[in-house]
């Protein structure tokens, strides 16, 4: 083996600062755990009284079912427009261009009522010859009942804001990868859906999980068509022994345990997408934070 | 016989630009036809035009004896739809400057996509065929390199066993060496020099003098939008009739 060179032998640059924020920091931490676990305000043996309580765990199966359901139209829906919105046909483009003004340009809450109250508009939903014989019809509030109408409330607004990152997305993609694709005669199905969408996703996705987690807690509002889902659990406890204070900390935990398990989940399909692509950790770690640089090879 | 390419009397504008003004050009079946010619002339666009990348204004373009993009029928001329030009494609491949390999796939899936999804083989025909073309780049064992690991020269290389895997009966080179470093441009030229020996009918826009001499049956010059100059290669590199060639090949010579 060939002698190697010695080791260059240089002191390396000091960081006194960072060791200074992390004592700073230590003590605030400190001082609001002992806070958190002294006052007796927080109540928490109420908190693990109502953590896994009956209403609450009713409340928890609600918010996640809304949340899944409404993603995936709000990500179905959102990838249809978004193909229409980019089509050379004008009409797609412009009628998916309307969609989008309309569902991001008003309030999801008066979505909601809208759904809610489709019968006071719509008494009967039918199907038949436009202007001519029906073939089936449905009483409105049957067809449409609280949860649909939660659904389509959040599903639909969720679509328009979708559409808007996925033609980010798919805008991101190097416009020689269609030529590529189509100069070996791949139809422009083929091409989106084989070469053009998985690269997007790689821009899809961190919003995607942004929109995820924020609809968590955007489902929320279904609290105002009388639905219920976990906050709205927890305020009809809270509302009869007012435990207010250790209830919020119960609706908390739970939101902050579902987001921890879709950011983790986001991580999983980044990395399944970043496939072929150099793309390094997402920041400096904590301890490589602490620890002096090493050179990498 | 029927050349491979008959370009006449091509026109081609983007917007208030007129960047092909008037370009015939025959290509006959196993000629190999090098377009040279300063940036701007329009070498490029009448690639793109040969695979209809681009759509021309007017003039007439056929490959093997049919029209590009169209049909004619009655005297008259009908656009083609989408799939019917995806179908014309298939048979002329087409290699670019940036690569353009697809960075999500490996260097076999690169080579096997088309076959699978375009002529619908089975994967297994499908992937045998990729690994012998594979090999007859010389990249036998990169095929499970994905392009970010591959140099360029060999992503090129990558690129073309990709084109080749449809068959074609012309292969298109859009400045196949302009974005390699220096010491990759043979490797590259000498996959094409291989392809002109099997008797590819190739058109090859590009840089590479030494290529066009050695290879080429067939020289362009082209400057601003027309065929400046044609001709055995060996005869225009050494002796240029032009006064616009001359000047072109005293500043790349």
């Not at chain 2, 049919?66 to 989408?82: D, F, I, P, T």
Request: one cysteine or more; charged letters at 20%; glycine letters at 10%.
């Amino acid at each position: 083996m060939p002698e190697r060179p010695p080791p260059l032998n240089a002191v390396p640059v000091r960081h006194p600062g960072r060791w200074v924020a992390v004592a700073v920091l230590a003590v605030l931490a400190a001082m609001l755990v002992h806070s958190v676990l002294t006052n007796d305000g927080f109540r928490w043996p109420v908190v693990g009284q109502y953590l896994f309580s009956g209403p609450v765990l009713n409340g928890l199966k609600n918010t996640l079912l809304l949340t899944v359901l409404s993603m995936v139209i709000g990500i179905v829906g959102g990838i249809l427009l978004a193909i229409m919105r980019l089509s050379p046909n004008p009409i797609l483009s412009w009628v998916a261009a309307l969609y989008i003004w309309v569902f991001r340009g008003t309030p999801l809450i008066a979505q909601l009522l809208f759904w809610n109250f489709l019968s006071a508009l719509y008494p009967r939903l039918s199907l038949g010859v436009p202007f001519g014989p029906e073939l089936v019809s449905f009483d409105t509030n049957v067809l449409i009942n609280q949860f649909a109408a939660c659904l389509l409330g959040l599903g639909l607004n969720e679509a328009a804001y979708m559409a808007e990152i996925v033609r980010g997305g798919i805008a991101s993609v190097d416009h020689g990868q269609t030529e590529a694709a189509g100069a070996l005669g791949m139809s422009r199905a083929q091409t989106l859906r084989r070469i053009v969408l998985p690269q997007a996703m790689r821009v899809i996705i961190p919003p995607t999980g942004n929109e995820t987690i924020s609809m968590l807690k955007t489902s929320s509002l279904v609290v105002v068509i009388g639905y219920f889902e976990l906050l709205t659990s927890v305020q009809r406890i809270y509302s009869t022994n007012f435990q207010t204070i250790p209830l919020l900390i119960v609706a908390a935990l739970w939101y902050l345990a579902l987001t921890s398990v879709l950011s983790v989940g986001q991580g999983f399909i980044e990395r399944r997408y970043g496939r072929g692509l150099a793309t390094g950790p997402p920041g400096p770690s904590l301890l490589g934070f602490l620890r002096r640089e090493k050179a990498t090879t | 016989m029927t050349p491979m390419v008959e370009a006449l009397a091509i026109h081609k504008r983007f917007g208030s630009t007129e960047v092909l003004r008037g370009v015939d050009l025959v290509v006959g079946p196993g000629a190999v036809s090098c377009v040279i010619g300063p940036s701007g002339s329009g070498k490029s666009t009448l690639l793109r035009c040969i695979n209809h990348l681009e759509r021309i204004d007017s003039g007439s373009l056929r490959v093997d004896g049919h029209l590009v993009g169209y049909r004619e029928r009655g005297g008259k001329l009908y656009e083609m739809r989408e799939s019917e030009v995806a179908q014309q494609r298939r048979d002329i491949g087409m290699v670019f400057q940036r690569f353009n390999l697809f960075p999500h796939k490996t260097a076999l899936e690169n080579v096997m996509e088309a076959p699978l999804v375009v002529r619908r083989h089975a994967r297994g025909k499908a992937r045998d065929r990729a690994v012998e073309l594979l090999d007859r780049v010389g990249l036998a064992d990169r095929r499970d390199n994905y392009p970010a690991q591959l140099s360029g020269g060999q992503q090129q290389r990558v690129a073309i066993a990709r084109a080749l895997a449809m068959d074609p009966r012309l292969m298109l080179f859009d400045e196949p060496t302009s974005a390699l470093d220096p010491e990759l441009v043979g490797e590259v030229l000498d996959v094409m020099r291989g392809l002109a020996r099997e008797g590819m009918t190739m058109v090859v826009v590009t840089h590479e003098m030494g290529f066009a001499r050695e290879v080429g049956d067939d020289l362009v010059f082209m400057d601003e939008g027309v065929i400046v100059e044609q001709g055995d290669p060996r005869e225009v590199l050494a002796a240029p009739r032009h006064e616009r060639t001359k000047a072109f090949l005293s500043k790349v010579l």
